[in-house]
């Protein structure tokens, strides 16, 4: 809430709700801003540690400067992979470079699964979590 200085949501009827972010734990955060910066290209806008250093959460933005963000968490005591279940949830991305992009996660071994009759595809982040690759209309 408090800890991502939302933007005003834009007015739409009577509805004053808009998306904000979504979050990932991670287990190592380092090779997580590493792998975001890379394989999509995000960067850090806001980090936030708690005072004892027990966790640190830190927001990633698109260079759109899209409103929406991706929060990572990181415990301090957290040292096993998290139990992501049956992985039936995911984030995506649009982009206009959809074929660059395509071989740059090839490239990086990231792609775990492909759906070419949609004319999607999905990448795993260095903790398991699928973020699906999505063309922009034409």
Known sequence: GALCAPTKPKKRGKTMLQFNHFNFNVL???RS????????ELEVVEEKEAGD??????F??????SDFQLELTWLKDRDKPYDLGEC???LAFVTDQYDDFYAKHKE????????PGM?????ADPDGYWIEIVPEAK
């Open 53 to 58: 250093g027990s966790f640190k959460l830190v």
């Open 119 to 123: 004319g999607i595809y999905f990448i």
């Open 33 to 40: 801003l590493a792998f975001y910066r890379q394989a999509l």
């Open 108 to 115: 990086m071994g990231c792609v775990c699964f492909e759906n």
């Open 88 to 90: 039936e949830f995911h």
């Open 28 to 30: 190592d955060l380092e």
């Open 60 to 65: 990633l933005g698109d260079e759109t400067g």
